[in-house]
């Protein structure tokens, strides 16, 4: 049986952990901070899967292509949309209790989905439901945790037929590097939302997993696909509002109170994410920077306290009472539709290195992922990750045998780069001003001449590894949203000849990025706070 090495305290990779335990493997997990401190645990909305008679995987299959704007890799949707069922009956086994109304399961509509089929737990706390079933049945098994323990780089060694992955540099809770053998090493790090000043994600989403996996040489793609979900809150933190609202029947409303979606999509406030955040970014722009808001008034007070209770005080955190007025959204980076490329096993093109969950790029997003999907791919393909897992233990680093040089260092190497070390924040605003929801050859330039003359700190602890981490993607997000010269899914070139992008609104001419979506709001807020 093989040693695995597990990143990532998230969905991905407790399943991950779980299920090699239960295969037989002596298993590590480490994570950044505490075991429930992922991206997992902020998942509202629900996980999707054709569970329900009116429904089918062919059906589900149909939805996530389309959403993901025909660029989803049909053979992985087909896994997931097929698998998922099985997938969500073993969480019910790990202990995840699913809402249950009158006849059953209940189950939410959101975004593009032709079928209510999200389930959703706690109302709006799936994330959390799911995190904490994963992490009692985790530490049940006979697996070795260590909590704030951060992945730095991957150990890869010289074969004959290119480079073994064999471990991990480490960052342990003291301060100390120090190296850990495996003989697979599986990245469930989660996604790097931090690369943007407007962000649904937690603090630890800096894609650590990807950086290093690139570093080490490791195939990624599809880093131009940035989800930015359509209704954040438009208030300090940007918290997430759930697409299940929308789903449940919250409408959008301009500056005059009119219902813009209408107009645009057929489908309006259920139209793919990537066309409602588009266009509520646009309305934005057209009302000089004033926010569009969602109006959740219909729903009733007692039906939004049942159903959403962590939304609604999430509201009230902010100084509003959703029950009774519109509030204030703004579009905000959510989710990675790119990463570390795998098979359908989870296998990269390094061997022994295994990616799943949101740092994996499964294909099974295309150019926009569907709602609700995210949990799930990270179950489905963690699943098979496990299964193909070595049966016996390749060996690990020979006796001896230095670690080959990682082939990318354009960043990580502070020897080699004069120029200023990177500025987090300032990056963030680069990444949000012109790496955003639109983008056109001149900002991505611009944006590449400041990435470049910024350099990589050594990482000597979790926050230097970390921004040597988010320099390192944006730095290859640029390139890739610069390389995508048309528009699709998630991507919009401005400026791009051809729209393959769904949307039909007009764009706002003559006005900065900076100045509008609710963005001024929220540095008022900030500034006021
Ligand atoms: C949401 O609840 O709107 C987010 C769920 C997701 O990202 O799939």
Same mark, same amino acid.
């Given at each position: 049986m093989a040693r695995v090495l597990v990143v990532g305290g998230g969905i991905g990779g407790l399943w991950t952990a779980v299920r090699a335990a239960d295969a037989g493997h002596e298993v590590e997990l480490v994570t950044?901070?505490?075991?429930?401190?992922?991206n997992t645990r902020h998942a509202q909305g629900g996980i999707a899967a054709?569970?329900?008679?009116?429904? /089918?995987a062919e059906r589900h299959f149909a939805d996530t292509i389309e959403a993901g704007a025909g660029l989803g890799d049909p053979a992985s949707v087909r896994v997931l949309c097929d698998e998922g069922p099985a997938r969500v009956r073993d969480l019910i086994r790990f202990g995840v209790a699913f809402d249950h109304g009158d006849s059953g399961l209940e189950r939410g509509l959101e975004a593009?989905? /032709?079928?209510?089929?999200i389930l959703h737990a706690g109302g709006d706390a799936t994330g959390a439901a799911i995190e904490h079933a994963l992490v009692a049945t985790v530490r049940r098994r006979a697996v070795r945790i260590h909590e704030h323990t951060m992945l730095v780089d991957l150990l890869v060694t010289a074969g004959p037929d290119g480079g073994r992955v064999t471990g991990a540099r480490l960052l342990s809770a003291s301060g100390d590097l120090f190296e850990a053998t495996a003989d697979a090493v599986v990245l469930a790090t989660g996604g790097a939302g931090? $690369?943007?000043? @407007? *962000?649904?994600?937690?603090?630890?989403? *800096? !894609?650590d997993g990807v950086a290093a996996a690139w570093r080490a040489g490791a195939e990624v793609a599809d880093l131009e696909f940035v989800q930015f979900h359509p209704?954040?809150?438009?208030? &300090? !933190?940007?918290?997430l509002i759930s697409e299940a609202v929308r789903g449940e029947g919250a409408v959008l409303r301009d500056a005059?109170?009119? +219902?813009f979606m209408a107009d645009l999509? &057929? #489908?309006?406030? $259920?139209?793919?994410r990537d066309v409602v955040a588009r266009a509520v970014w646009r309305r934005s722009l057209e009302q000089d920077g004033v926010p569009v808001t969602l109006d959740a *008034?219909? $729903?009733?007070r007692a039906f939004l306290d049942r159903r959403f209770p962590g939304l609604g005080a999430a509201c009230r955190d902010a100084g509003f009472d959703w029950a009774a007025e519109p509030v204030p959204v703004t579009p905000a980076a959510h989710y990675?539709?790119?990463g570390v490329v795998t098979d359908l096993d989870g296998?990269? /093109? $390094?061997?022994?290195l295994f990616a799943v969950g949101e740092?994996?790029?499964?294909?099974?997003?295309?150019a926009n992922r569907l709602a609700s999907n995210s949990l799930l791919e990270a179950a489905v393909f963690a699943d098979r990750a496990v299964r193909a897992l070595?049966?016996?233990?390749? /060996?690990? +680093? &020979?006796? !001896?045998a230095p670690p080959v040089?990682? &082939? @990318?260092?354009a960043s990580g190497n502070p020897e080699t780069h004069a120029g200023a070390p990177v500025d987090r924040a300032a990056l963030q605003a680069l990444m949000w001003q012109h790496v955003g929801l639109e983008r056109t050859a001149g900002g991505l330039a611009a944006a590449s001449a400041v990435l470049d003359a910024w350099r990589a700190p050594e990482p000597h602890d979790r926050r230097t590894a970390e921004d040597r981490n988010l320099l390192d993607l944006a730095r290859l997000t640029v390139a890739a949203a610069a390389a995508r010269t048309e528009s699709v899914g998630a991507h919009? #070139?401005?400026?791009?000849?051809?729209? +393959?992008?769904r949307t039909s609104t007009r764009p706002a001419a003559g006005? #900065? @990025?900076?100045?509008?979506a609710g963005v001024h709001q929220i540095a008022d807020a900030e500034e006021a706070a």
């Open positions: 950044k901070t505490e075991l429930a401190d992922g054709a569970l329900f008679p009116d429904d /089918s593009a989905h /032709s079928r209510a089929r931090q $690369l943007f000043c @407007h *962000t649904t994600n937690p603090d630890v989403a *800096t !894609g209704t954040a809150l438009a208030a &300090p !933190g940007t918290p005059e109170g009119h +219902r999509d &057929p #489908r309006a406030e $259920l139209a793919p *008034t219909a $729903l009733g990675a539709m790119g296998r990269t /093109s $390094l061997p022994g740092t994996a790029r499964t294909g099974v997003h295309g070595p049966e016996a233990g390749h /060996s690990a +680093r &020979p006796a !001896g040089g990682a &082939p @990318h260092e919009f #070139r401005a400026d791009a000849a051809t729209d +393959r992008a006005r #900065r @990025h900076h100045d509008v």
